[in-house]
């Protein structure tokens, strides 16, 4: 299962924007932020196979913290700005 959301950091912290990837097939209890940038920014995340999930992101690099290319078996692809 994939999950796109945004927290707020704080009064003195920016947001984020998150993709977080559940492993519900064999854990379900096991979740990784496989994707965090900063700020408020658009993501799309469409699932290309059952095993392949694509990112599409609007940032810069710069605001982009964690891109991680798999995750319980599913390979993760990205294209940004």
């Known amino acids: 299962m994939v999950q796109i959301l945004e927290r707020d950091g704080g009064a003195t912290t920016d947001f984020a924007t998150i993709v977080k990837?559940?492993?519900v097939s064999k854990h379900p209890n096991r979740d990784e932020d496989v994707f965090v940038a900063k700020g408020r920014?658009?993501?799309n995340a469409v699932w290309a196979s059952r095993f392949s999930l694509e990112i599409d992101y609007d940032c810069y690099e710069p605001s982009v913290f964690r891109k991680q290319i798999d995750f319980?078996?599913?390979k993760i692809s990205y294209k940004g700005k």
Do not use: E, N, Q, S
């Open 41 to 43: 920014i658009h993501v």
């Open 72 to 74: 319980a078996g599913v």
């Open 21 to 23: 990837l559940t492993d």
